[in-house]
């Protein structure tokens, strides 16, 4: 597990792009804001973190749309919490994504 604020985007960015590196999926990664999208034929989410701290996050059934001042990288169960003044959230990688490391 590791920590970064918002406010250290570029060491933000690095986690970000390295936790997903092994996810199936597509990381994009510019000065305002990170993403990752999965292929939509496996399952349809994303995760998406703003510079300003807001962030969008999409799962089959439910999305979300918050302020975020730290996130927190969960590599051994693959989950990225996303933390803020008023919300605690857990963006947990579909299991659908995880068979696919490797391939």
């Given amino acids: ?3 970064v604020k918002i406010e250290q985007w570029s ?3 690095d986690s970000f792009e390295s936790f997903f590196l092994s996810i199936a999926g597509n990381v994009e990664r510019s ?3 990170l993403c990752f999208s999965s292929p939509p034929e496996k399952v349809e ?3 998406t973190l703003y510079r300003n ?3 969008a996050a999409a799962m089959p059934l ?3 749309n918050a302020k975020v001042e730290r996130v927190v990288f969960e590599t051994q169960k693959s989950e990225v919490q996303l ?3 008023d ?3 857990v963006y947990r990688v579909p299991p659908q994504l995880l068979t696919l490391q490797g391939e």
């Fill in 11 to 13: 060491e933000l960015a």
């Fill in 83 to 85: 933390l803020g003044k």
């Fill in 62 to 64: 439910h999305g979300i």
């Fill in 45 to 47: 989410t994303s995760l």
């Fill in 31 to 33: 000065e305002e804001h």
């Fill in 87 to 89: 919300v605690n959230y």
């Fill in 1 to 3: 597990m590791f920590s």
């Fill in 53 to 55: 701290g807001k962030f």
